[in-house]
């Protein structure tokens, strides 16, 4: 409680009990250690035998004046720090945290040493060594302090931000996998502002602050899991932390991160879920001026683009492109806009490839995908209007329905699909037609490969259709009325 005093020839309670134990008048000695360690202010002491009258304690009196005396200190150590010369002020601290910091342990006295090494830019490394080596201290220091003491120790910083990133990605996963969802509310529904308000990433933002060393090693935190998980959320938080800086105008970071200006124009794009002619013009210009030399930064865009609600923008983008070149009796190959979002969609894609291989260099485009995948999706927007067309004819005019009795195969290669395809399913099953909901069923039947996660919204499905079978007599009686509903074709974005 008192430690650090005697460093400064200041008595104690240790002294004081010395003093009583060696002393033949102990009520003389209690009055002499008072007037040495009091309040040295002559009119003080005539003034306090009437607190003695009101029965208000010498101890109350003198720890309302210490209060009093750190606040003010308190307020003149700011004050310092913002008034003067650079090399002034900075002078007066250094010297008031030399003064004071052999009393860093004494409860009543902390704040103030804590205040003094907050506004440093520098604390000298002997202090932050012994504030980083005593728990307790390392715990109260302010954060400004902490960002001096991370930028030399990666694994104690990576310590801090490692359970935030699990919440991070705990957060995200729940939101996704969530059955709670609707239209007007889902995943991609909050604004990429409103996302970056979020706990984790106004923490890793305060933590970070203007270090760009702090800032380089969070980067390669996000780098180092997305390669060992394959976790896409990493590449949002990359994303958003980045943002969020750019949001709170921390130029020392924004100037020297190459994705700055790309991420913003992207995140533009992801506000308004679309890439309008203009911005799509300036992504271009970023990913064409990736000089010779400079390849490796599109290891990081590539980030930035494997991120989900980026990924979302460009899928919408691509199907409303589509559908425009429905109306225009034009061929995906033809046409230079999406081409550019099959590029973008491409490069995320292949992110983890390309930080996994160290091989940057953008990657080619399966033919497939221009030529028979992206005019099978046309040929669904054109069935859904044939198929809208077809419903206001008379019957006897009415064609046969042109939807498939099963999903193609090209929807079914990667699990993630077939996941979001059950979850589609476990919400519109009720609204399909028997057969072709027994036709999915089948289809969707989980192999011994499949994951647990899978499997258990299979069984989820299998749950709800066996709920809603009618009893033996109720099929007897009831004719059945096979509504000529389309199976919903899975956009392979999800």
Same mark, same amino acid.
């Given at each position: ?356 291989? *160290? %091989?940057?260099?953008? @990657?080619? &485009? /399966?033919?497939? +995908?221009? #030529?028979?995948?992206? =005019? ?97 007599? *109720? %099929?007897?009686?009831? @004719?059945? &009325? /096979?509504?000529? +509903?389309? #199976?919903?074709?899975? =956009?392979?974005?999800?």
């Amino acid at each position: 409680m008192f430690a650090g005093l005697q460093e400064l020839g200041v008595a104690n309670g240790e002294d004081l009990k010395e003093t009583l134990t060696n002393c033949t008048e102990p009520l003389k000695a209690i009055e002499q250690f008072q007037t040495e360690n009091g309040v040295l202010l002559p009119s003080l002491q005539s003034a306090l035998p009437f607190l003695d009258l009101h029965g208000t304690p010498r101890l109350e009196f003198h720890q309302s004046v210490f209060d009093e005396l750190r606040e003010k200190l308190l307020e003149r150590v700011s004050a310092i720090a913002s008034e003067g010369k650079v090399e002034e002020r900075y002078k007066k601290l250094e010297d008031l945290l030399e003064k004071s910091f052999s009393l860093v342990k004494m409860p009543s006295i902390q704040p103030v040493v804590m205040c003094v090494m907050k506004h440093l830019p520098k604390v000298p490394e002997k202090k932050l060594k012994l504030v980083m080596a005593d728990k307790d201290l390392y715990k109260a220091c302010a954060v400004e302090v902490k960002r001096q003491i991370w930028q030399d120790n990666q694994a104690l910083f990576g310590d801090e931000v490692s359970p935030l990133l699990k919440q991070y990605i705990l957060e995200k996963e729940n939101i996704l996998f969530s059955s709670d969802i609707s239209v007007l509310h889902n995943f991609f529904s909050p604004s990429p502002k409103t996302r970056r308000q979020g706990e984790v990433v106004q923490k890793l933002t305060q933590m970070i602050g203007k270090n760009v060393k702090l800032y380089d090693m969070v980067l390669q935190f996000l780098r180092t899991l997305f390669l060992r998980t394959r976790n896409v959320h990493y590449c949002t938080l990359r994303a958003e932390l980045l943002m969020s800086l750019h949001d709170l105008d921390i130029s020392e970071i924004c100037t020297v991160d190459p994705c700055h200006k790309f991420t913003w124009c992207l995140d533009a794009c992801i506000r308004e879920k679309f890439v309008d002619n203009k911005r799509a013009r300036e992504l271009q210009g970023f990913l064409d001026g990736v000089k010779k030399g400079q390849e490796q930064v599109l290891g990081d865009l590539s980030m930035i683009l494997c991120d989900p609600f980026a990924i979302n923008t460009l899928a919408l983008s691509t199907i409303r492109n589509l559908q425009e070149l429905v109306g225009q009796d034009t061929l995906p190959r033809e046409s230079p806009d999406l081409l550019l979002l099959l590029r973008m969609l491409s490069l995320g894609q292949g992110a983890w490839d390309m930080i996994d291989s *160290q %091989v940057f260099r953008e @990657p080619k &485009m /399966e033919p497939e +995908l221009i #030529t028979k995948f992206l =005019p099978m999706l046309m040929s669904f927007v054109v069935e859904d209007h044939t198929f809208a067309v077809d419903q206001k004819l008379p019957s006897e005019e009415k064609g046969p329905i042109p939807y498939p009795s099963s999903i193609p195969e090209a929807f079914t290669k990667k699990e993630n699909v077939h996941r979001h395809v059950l979850r589609l399913l476990l919400h519109l099953h009720h609204k399909m037609a028997p057969t072709k909901l027994e036709s999915l069923q089948k289809s969707l039947e989980p192999t011994k490969q499949t994951s647990e996660a899978v499997k258990d919204l299979y069984n989820q499905l299998n749950e709800k259709l066996e709920l809603r079978k009618p009893s033996p007599a *109720q %099929v007897a009686e009831t @004719p059945s &009325m /096979e509504l000529p +509903l389309p #199976t919903v074709p899975t =956009p392979a974005s999800l």
